[in-house]
């Protein structure tokens, strides 16, 4: 089934310890997103890309990178994990860089301890 | 940058009766209005979108209408049904931010029997 695949699912993450989310599509979308998810504040851009080998910083970038060696993955690090940045992450894609629906992944739920 | 209020955080509606959710944006040059429906435990997902040249858009139940003078849209759901039941997401984004949707908080909206 095309989509967008996350993983891992969920992580348990000690403080100080590096991690990466894996994001990967299969729709040939030129245009991929990490976004956080936490209770009142809705959805936030963490880092983008309009195409493959380019990225930019959304509205919370700092603390994470991501890079875009191709078309479908996507990953975004967490360099030195800390409690804030516990939340539930969503990945997506959609298939220009321009009013283009966004398509979702199934998300990340990261807990920082 | 852009800013997205959304109101209400919670709505609890008998089923059959309408459920309306406004949003008021900050940027003028905002020209995409998208709606996306998140359903516990699952990915949010686009329900309808409008755009700037457009005042009213109709989808069967749903309905968005924009007032662009007053920077505030509004998502109408008609006969609501137990399956309504969900959080929604209003967002929007200037034609210069490319595809970087900025979204509200969040409502959730609860469909008695």
């Known amino acids: 089934i095309a989509g967008i695949t996350q993983a891992p699912t969920s992580q348990i993450l000690a403080a100080g310890r590096r991690m990466t989310l894996r994001c990967t599509q299969d729709m040939r979308h030129n245009a991929m997103y990490w976004y956080r998810q936490d209770l009142g504040l809705g959805l936030r851009l963490i880092h983008y890309?309009?195409?493959?080998?380019?990225?930019g910083k959304g509205e919370v970038p700092d603390g994470y990178s991501v890079s875009r060696a191709n078309t479908d993955d996507f990953p975004l690090t967490l360099a030195s994990a800390v409690p804030s940045q516990t939340s539930v992450y969503f990945c997506?894609?959609?298939?220009?860089?321009?009013?283009?629906?966004?398509?979702f992944g199934n998300g990340t739920r990261l807990t920082v301890t | 940058g852009e800013n997205v209020e959304q109101h209400p955080s919670t709505l609890s509606v008998q089923e059959g009766d309408s459920a309306v959710i406004k949003c008021t944006y900050s940027?003028?040059?905002?020209?995409?209005f998208p709606w996306y429906k998140q359903e516990l435990g699952k990915r949010p997902q686009l329900i309808i979108d409008?755009?700037?040249?457009?005042g009213e858009k109709k989808d069967q139940r749903i309905a968005v209408t924009l007032n662009k003078t007053a920077k505030h849209f509004s998502l109408h759901i008609t006969e609501t049904q137990p399956e309504d039941s969900a959080v929604y997401f209003c967002a929007a984004k200037p034609y210069a931010a490319g595809n970087k949707l900025t979204f509200g908080g969040g409502t959730r909206v609860l469909v008695k029997p």
């Open positions: 940027d003028s040059a905002s020209n995409y």
């Open positions: 890309s309009n195409t493959a080998g380019t990225t």
């Open positions: 409008i755009r700037s040249n457009v």
């Open positions: 997506a894609s959609s298939d220009s860089a321009y009013n283009s629906p966004l398509h």
